[in-house]
Nanobody, 111 residues
């Protein structure tokens, strides 16, 4: 059974940082791409960042230079380091691998 568990969300002031984690079970991070998405209620889910099975990262233009995606193969976990956060980053953040999604972790950035 595949499970993706996000953690690390919370509330932070603008300019602050958070690190999200996506811990996978039933699927191997080393051989599968893992992506981060985010969604604000009433809006479509949008792509944030991804890391492919070779460890190569990609980013949405809106987060490039502020967010960093990485992985720890030994922990089967993918991280999203978010710096210089703005209120526009407020959303529920989800990780996805193949066709599986996590339950999301909420991030609130106050001005």
């Amino acid at each position: 059974q595949v499970q993706l568990a996000e953690s690390g969300g919370g509330s932070v002031q603008a300019g602050g940082s958070l690190r999200l984690s996506c811990t996978a079970s039933g699927i191997i991070v080393r051989t599968n791409a893992v992506d981060w998405y985010r969604q604000v209620p009433g809006n479509q889910r949008e792509y944030v960042a991804g890391i492919n099975r070779y460890g190569v990262p990609t980013y949405a233009d809106s987060v490039k230079g502020r967010f960093t995606i990485s992985r720890d193969i030994t922990k089967n976990t993918v991280f999203l380091q978010m710096n210089s956060l703005t209120p526009e980053d407020t959303a529920s953040y989800y990780c996805k691998s193949t066709t599986f999604w996590g339950q999301g972790t909420w991030v609130t950035v106050s001005s």
